[in-house]
């Protein structure tokens, strides 16, 4: 019972180098208190994935929104569909930045959980930004250029390191 | 810029020797892979409050609802309120028991966390469970008698261990 047997079970990783800053221009934001190197996991977030139609008639119109991921699902029917996710970690915590990008996710649908890594070493002090893409709930005042589409961008996110 | 300077920033706390079992009765569970000593910080969670007026049109009307915990918030009036928050970790996993009850937690409404620390020695392979006080939106199947009152509950959340 000391580790993981069944191979859904998932162990929890996080970078112990992070604090959170209560008081910046976009709110609260994770920072490194030590460079984290490239390809450092920084967090695995166990995710909630919300009912299409709940999300649509009641969480869209909360505050909640501008924190959820899009999620993959297959309905009953066998069609995919686009759902909504809370997710229970960091990911909820990382701003948003397209210049300054220094983390990547991946989403593991089959587990419920998203993965973030270090896109890049993250020297100390610095914050950890992600890019929301698609999902951007408000102007990217720092994009030098029109954001890349959804699937441009979810295959950046999904980098493969090795 | 080493490590937090302000009184507000928030050392990010996990303890490591944690996974998430997937099947279990209860559904996804906490689970510890290594012998967990009293008084640990098991993880140290931001929180998302909502508001009172979305939480009651909305949020209570989806499944989002069973996972949020009283809140306690001030309003514009100088009136105290119990608002809703959303965990964004752990705490967000944790199952509910009363018999086993593992893991307390304290809320710390100025700096919006909350600390989850252990109750006693956890041994390895076991499961990391809660009390979900008078939030329970479902019936308690192993309480051995009527839970306590929401504040004699919040004290014992709340102990102090030194």
Not at 34 to 53: F, H, Q, R, S, Y
Not at 87 to 106: A, C, K, P, R
Not at 109 to 127: F, W
Request: with cysteine.
């Amino acid at each position: 019972m000391a580790t993981p047997s069944n191979k859904l079970d998932i162990p929890l990783q996080r970078c112990p180098d992070l604090y959170i800053k209560v008081c910046t221009p976009k709110g609260r934001g994770v920072y490194a208190t030590k460079t984290i190197p490239a390809k450092t996991v920084i967090d695995v977030c166990p995710v909630l994935v919300l009912g299409v139609e709940e999300n649509k008639s009641h969480i869209e119109h909360t505050s909640l929104f501008h924190y959820t991921y899009n999620w993959p699902i297959t309905d009953f029917d066998g069609n995919k569909q686009v759902a909504q996710a809370v997710i229970l970690g960091l990911g909820s915590m990382f701003n948003h930045s397209t210049q300054d990008q220094n983390v990547v996710w991946e989403r593991d649908p089959e587990r419920l959980i998203i993965t973030y890594r270090a896109l890049r070493d993250i020297p100390v002090g610095e914050e950890l930004c992600i890019s929301y893409g698609s999902h951007l709930t408000f102007k990217d005042a720092d994009a030098p250029v029109a954001p890349p589409p959804e699937e441009e961008l979810e295959m950046f996110n999904q980098i493969q390191f090795d």
